[in-house]
T-cell receptor, first 111, second 116 residues
Framework: RKEVEQDPGPFNVPEGATVAFNCTYSNSASQSFFWYRQDCRKEPKLLMSVYSSGNEDGRFTAQLNRASQYISLLIRDSKLSDSATYLCVVNTNSGYSTLTFGKGTMLLVSP | EAGVTQFPSHSVIEKGQTVTLRCDPISGHDNLYWYRRVMGKEIKFLLHFVKESKQDESGMPNNRFLAERTGGTYSTLKVQPAELEDSGVYFC??????????????FGPGTRLTVL
């Protein structure tokens, strides 16, 4: 079983749609959770951290379910510029800060 | 403020040759990480420096890979001799030193390595 699993997509949605991505992680000791965004042939960029209480940043909402080892990202009112690959990232933090990445979910927003 | 920079952006070499990748972290960031993405796979951790010391090198694939960070500033990752399976994108990231929690890692643009 992979450490971080995501549906690779692609998710094809029209502008204005709401889309949700899910991710599961295998290591119950994981302590920090993130969504990164990666545009084609670019570096990953932090979109948002994910907290147990859930958190929102504008059109983006992230949720964490530790019991189910499940992370989600909801994007409301999709924009063309949201087209990218969304990476679910986990830090096990066994004293170190190394990140474990999922393969990513591709989102394509069309006019 | 300048971000993480990497050089070169692309490198094409033949199997058996040597390649050295360079990463300049964000100024003042003590933590420096190397990651790699091979085609079709997820980004994977290679190693982590805190200043000039290797904190964790558990992700280094084999002894053909040598990373250094002399003086605790920029880092180099040397592959010698390169093999076909070393092809991929090598990312460097840096973060500030934080007590007790993971700080944001900022990634460089990556070096795309192709071994023929």
């Amino acid at each position: 079983r992979k450490e971080v699993e995501q549906d690779p997509g692609p998710f094809n949605v029209p502008e204005g749609a709401t889309v949700a991505f899910n991710c599961t992680y295998s290591n119950s000791a994981s302590q920090s959770f993130f969504w990164y965004r990666q545009d084609c042939r670019k570096e990953p960029k932090l979109l948002m951290s994910v907290y147990s209480s859930g958190n929102e940043d504008g059109r983006f909402t992230a949720q964490l379910n530790r019991a189910s080892q499940y992370i989600s990202l909801l994007i409301r009112d999709s924009k063309l510029s949201d087209s990218a690959t969304y990476l679910c990232v986990v830090n096990t933090n066994s004293g170190y800060s190394t990140l474990t990445f999922g393969k990513g979910t591709m989102l394509l927003v069309s006019p | 403020e300048a971000g993480v920079t990497q050089f070169p952006s692309h490198s094409v070499i033949e199997k058996g040759q040597t390649v050295t990748l360079r990463c300049d972290p964000i100024s003042g960031h003590d933590n420096l990480y190397w990651y790699r993405r091979v085609m079709g796979k997820e980004i994977k951790f290679l190693l982590h420096f805190v200043k000039e010391s290797k904190q964790d090198e558990s992700g280094m694939p084999n002894n053909r890979f040598l990373a250094e960070r002399t003086g605790g500033t920029y880092s180099t990752l040397k592959v010698q001799p390169a093999e076909l399976e070393d092809s991929g994108v090598y990312f460097c990231a840096s973060s500030q030193e934080m007590q007790g929690r993971t700080d944001t890692q900022y990634f460089g643009p990556g070096t795309r390595l192709t071994v023929l």
